[in-house]
């Protein structure tokens, strides 16, 4: 532990040379600078369908004298927190696409004394009183702000199997082999259903439920993404998915029948994704201006289309594309733990879930 | 090179001015040696032993030093069965009842052997499908050496040059290559289809069959290239001789060429054994969670819950079993007597009838019937690797040329539109062509040295020579997750020095060193074998001419070995093209116009939703390095015969 905070004092020294990051926002002026804004590869990747051009293009076109530059780290937030525990410098302002279970993961690994995102003023982002409450994460540091969120579904091939509307659905011989899952340890969508399931039968339970998966041949596959290629592959009838699938599907042209929704005991788990501040960095000011902007009635409408996630903010700060409006559903019953419920006990009860499932 | 000390018995001849200048030459030459083996020692301490020390370490770090591999030894999760005995090794005649009790519950029935369930645990399970991935690959290598090695047909250099192509496919693009042949809407089936036969569920069904496939498409050619070299240069004079002699075929084979077969297969054996041990991108990709490796588990506790002991312990105990099998196999290497090199069999035409080809003492009509069922064998086996190689590759190419609808151009479209007008963000195709080709080259150049340091170092006698080469062969053993991340913490992130001062290592110069330290042991296992089978007579004739001792190696050594350092070059060529783990880690942290990706990252980065880009992206670098291998064989063939 001494090497530790010997490298973390080092590394503020270190930090400082790196001059190209600090820059000063004089007071009431026209902010100006770079923002470096830190996100997950999908979330800019593609010109025409991912929110990450248009918002630097839009967030540029508004304060003249600011560029928005993308950095997309590799294994995402985690990437950040070894830098952090190993004393280097992080290199961005802020980082768009926290989950829950990220504050959770970097509160057990640095500790309370190192710190990676800074508690945020929510004053100086005047947007932020339009989000709706459900989707607060419950940090105990105030440190994130969301901005979109996914509900954890089924999405099925309604030629190949009826609408399973209970979990019990799931473990019955009617739909042996037909779910294709993932691995909670990798995939959010295949932590979200993970726990969902301890949502409905407790810690007690959901082990016991999983063993019945498994009995009745669920596939666990490594992302989302492999997962969900298998199933428009028909390999399966049934995925673990987003309850805005259609979306992509009526873009893709694809046959609605295979992207039916399934909300197991009429519930979703929702997953809203959040912004934060980097400690540390100099740009405050400027970070806070992107927040607003970000949570603009407008900005919330491109983000869901493009991003396609729900927005964070009240329905009546959005006008929603019409398409998405009819494609995208929410579940009656939206569930989710918030970070009390999950700190000190993500890591278990993953830890247990992958030993039962690979147990061998 | 002990012998060094007698280098001045050149300088003490015939004064004439031809010597003198082969004398300074010579000093100079010796001088780039110890700088070539001062430079390899640095980079392998700063590259390698110290990002992976740097993980190790952690295993280290609960509240006594060991704790930690206690907790994980008698773990049955891990360790299955042998968690018992690790919790209590002394208690003998326990465990001896144990195994006793567990033979007793075999029963041997009308349906086979029936026993008892033996929980393998993670360990257990991952040497398990390691043996059957190198059983596989074996089983379908080795043929493939044969026909190389036996038989002339159009194409055959080029198919030999082929065979190091899997070896740079990154495993994510194998496992979609897999699913788009082999699975339940892939070409096989659309192919059986065709003939009228049902959809066959592989990949649903066996998963694990379909990982071991994986494996053998990975390592079969490995296996393959090894074998053929060796089978090339068998002495076949003494097969001619032990025919005289009245060896029938089989004999002759079985007592004078499978003895100089064995070590190279059991090179390319060792070799997958310890790829498959580590393997987790393919098992990850066909076999999910429920056929996780050791490998998967280090992975998911490195990059995601971030618990570092846990992980690091595991990675250490890896590592320890995989330099266990090294150095058993050195041991074994060391004991085999290196042949020396022949010409190899004459080669017989594979096409055309038979009897052309049939040697005219070998005429009779029982005799070319016998050959004829070679040739349908062989037919066969064509047939079988055409599924396997092919099947995957071709399902992957047809899907960069189609949507949903039919034939289409626009995943190509999508990767010129990029190039052209792609944002500063985004990963363009032609920065990662240029990257990939300069990096292989530079990791050649760097590689093929320091290999040659190394194996130089490495040749001698006996117990320790095996245990110094093991110590060099560290970057097989230890997994690519292991070396990225120990990258990552030591390079990426920095070094921090005296005075607030930080060494920090990224971009090219970091990516190629990395992939040089990968790819040298492969320059090492090509090399050093040839080396250690250099006649020493040779090499003293040489020296009682007067040649130094740097001379008589560059000119008797070096050149016998040259076989070994192109095949050498090649393997370094491809690690470098088809590296991932640690070149993602380090590219990704490059900001500004110097970006520093390549094919396999530009792949794994438009895979998502973008699968037909991704595709067409994987068509490119399956394009460009099946070119480059060609080229690289073709010079390398002018190399060996000049």
């Known amino acids: 532990m001494r090497r530790r905070a010997f490298l973390s004092g080092a590394g503020s020294v270190g930090a400082l040379s790196l001059a190209g990051c600090l820059t000063q926002n004089g007071g009431g002026g026209e902010p100006s600078g770079t923002l470096t804004v830190a996100t997950y590869e999908s979330f800019v990747d593609s010109p025409s369908s991912s929110p990450g051009g248009w918002i630097k293009e839009n967030f540029e076109a508004e304060y003249d004298d600011v560029t928005v530059e993308y950095v997309t780290p590799e294994n995402g937030v985690t990437n950040y927190v070894q830098r952090k525990q190993q004393g280097a410098s992080v290199d961005a302002d802020v980082y768009v696409g926290l989950n829950v279970d990220d504050l959770v993961t970097i509160d057990a690994t640095l500790g309370d004394d190192t710190r990676l995102f800074a508690e945020l003023d929510r004053d100086s982002v005047p947007n932020a009183s339009h989000v709706r409450p459900e989707l607060e994460f419950g940090d105990p540091k105030s440190r994130v702000l969301p901005y979109d969120t996914g509900y954890i579904s089924l999405v099925y091939d309604e030629d190949e199997v009826d609408e399973p509307t209970t979990f019990e659905d799931l473990t019955s011989p009617a739909y042996e082999g037909t779910l294709l899952a993932q691995n909670a340890q990798s995939a959010d969508s295949g932590q979200a259903f993970l726990l969902w399931t301890i949502n409905e039968f407790g810690t007690d339970g959901y082990l016991d439920y999983w063993r019945d998966l498994q009995a009745n041949d669920v596939r666990i596959l490594g992302s989302w993404w492999e997962s969900y290629s298998a199933y428009l592959e028909s390999q399966r009838p049934m995925v673990v998915s987003y309850s805005t699938d259609q979306v992509f599907a009526n873009v893709d042209d694809l046959p609605m029948s295979r992207h039916q929704i399934g909300f197991l005991n009429d519930q979703g788990y929702a997953n809203p994704e959040g912004m934060a501040v980097v400690e540390g960095t100099g740009n405050v000011d400027l970070a806070a201006d992107f927040f607003d902007f970000m949570l603009r009635g407008e900005t919330q409408a491109e983000i869901a289309v493009r991003n396609v996630q729900f927005p964070a903010v009240s329905d009546d700060q959005v006008d929603l594309d019409d398409s998405f409006a009819q494609y995208a559903f929410r579940p009656p019953e939206p569930v989710s733990f918030g970070y009390e419920e999950l700190d000190g006990n993500l890591s278990g009860w993953v830890e247990e879930w992958a030993r039962t499932i690979a147990s061998n | 090179m002990s012998r060094g000390a007698r280098d001045d018995v050149a300088e003490r001849g015939p ?11 010579d000093r100079t030459l010796r001088g780039l040696a110890v700088v070539a083996t001062v430079v390899t020692a640095l980079v392998l301490l700063l590259v390698l032993y110290f990002p992976v020390g740097l993980v190790f370490a952690e295993a280290f770090g609960g509240a006594r030093p060991f704790d930690s591999f206690v907790t994980t030894l ?15 090794p002394l208690a003998v005649g326990y465990h001896v009842d144990n195994v006793l009790s567990w033979f007793g519950g075999v029963s041997v029935g009308l349906g086979g052997v029936d026993t008892p369930p033996l929980r393998k645990g993670l360990f257990g399970f991952t040497a398990y499908q ?38 740079v496919l990154p495993g994510i693009m194998v496992a979609s290559g897999f699913y788009a042949a082999f699975g339940q809407a892939g070409l096989l089936n659309d192919v059986l289809a065709v003939v009228g036969l049902g959809p066959q569920q592989l990949i649903e069904t066996n998963p694990l069959f379909v990982v071991i496939l994986a494996h053998a498409f990975y390592n079969a050619p490995l296996v393959t290239r090894v074998a053929t070299a060796a089978w090339e240069s068998v002495d076949y004079r003494a097969v001619e001789t032990a025919r005289s002699l009245g060896a029938n075929r089989r004999r002759a084979f079985r007592d004078v060429v499978l003895p100089q077969l064995t070590p190279a297969i059991a090179t390319g054996a060792l070799l997958t054994f310890l790829f498959t041990f580590l393997t987790f991108p393919i098992v990850l ?5 429920e056929l996780a490796t050791v490998e998967v588990w280090v992975y998911h506790r490195l990059t995601e819950t971030l618990a570092f002991e846990e992980a690091a312990t595991l990675a250490v105990l890896e590592t320890v079993i995989s330099l266990g099998v090294t150095y058993a196999y050195l041991r074994y290497e060391s004991a085999q007597r290196a042949a020396s090199p022949g010409e190899g069999p004459p080669r017989e035409r594979l096409f055309g009838r038979a009897r052309d080809a049939t040697p005219s003492r070998l005429s009779g009509p029982r005799l070319a019937g016998l050959l004829d069922a070679r040739r349908l064998a062989i037919t066969g086996y064509a047939v079988v690797v055409f599924v396997l190689f092919v099947g995957p590759l071709a399902a992957m190419v047809l899907e960069g040329l189609t949507d949903g609808s039919g034939f289409t151009l626009r995943h190509y479209e999508f990767l010129l539109q990029r190039q052209a007008a792609g944002a500063s963000f985004q990963t363009k ?30 040749t001698g006698e006996g117990r320790w020579r095996s245990l110094l080469e093991t110590a060099t062969m560290l970057p097989f053993a230890v997994s690519g997750i292991v070396f990225g991340i120990g990258l990552l913490r030591g390079l990426v992130f920095g070094i921090s020095l005296p005075g607030g001062w930080r060494f920090v290592l990224t971009g090219a110069v970091a990516i190629v060193a990395a992939h040089a330290v990968a790819a040298y042991p492969f320059v090492v296992r090509n090399v050093a074998p040839q080396l250690a089978g250099v006649d020493p007579r040779l090499v003293e004739s040489a020296r009682s001419l007067g040649a130094s001792r740097v001379r008589a ?3 008797i050594e070096l050149r016998l070995a040259a076989t070994g350092l192109v095949a050498g070059a090649a393997f370094a060529f491809a690690i470098s093209i088809g590296e991932f783990d640690s070149t993602v880690i380090l590219a990704s942290d490059v900001a500004g116009d110097t970006v520093t990706y390549t094919m396999p990252v530009a792949v794994e980065r438009y895979l998502g939703r973008r699968f037909g880009p991704a595709m067409a992206m994987g068509t490119v670098l399956l394009v460009v390095t099946a070119a480059s291998f060609v080229v690289v064989d073709r010079l390398g063939g002018r190399v060996e015969r000049g």
């Open chain 2, 429 to 458: 195709p032609l920065p990662a062509i240029r990257n990939s080709l300069l990096f292989a080259v530079a990791t050649v150049a760097i590689a093929v040295p320091m290999g040659l340091v190394v194996s130089v170092a490495s």
């Open chain 2, 130 to 167: 390691a043996a059957l991935s190198t059983l596989a690959s074996v089983a379908i290598g080795l043929p493939g050496a044969y026909v190389l090695a036996n038989f002339e047909f159009p194409g055959r250099r080029t198919l030999r040059s082929l065979t190091i192509v899997p070896f």
């Open chain 2, 74 to 88: 008698t773990d049955p999760f891990y360790t299955g069965v042998l968690a018992e005995v690790f919790a209590r």
């Open chain 2, 285 to 289: 990709a066909i076999g999910g969670l």
């Open chain 2, 15 to 25: 004064a004439d001015a031809d010597r003198k200048r082969t004398v300074s030459t």
């Open chain 2, 553 to 555: 190696f560059l000119d």
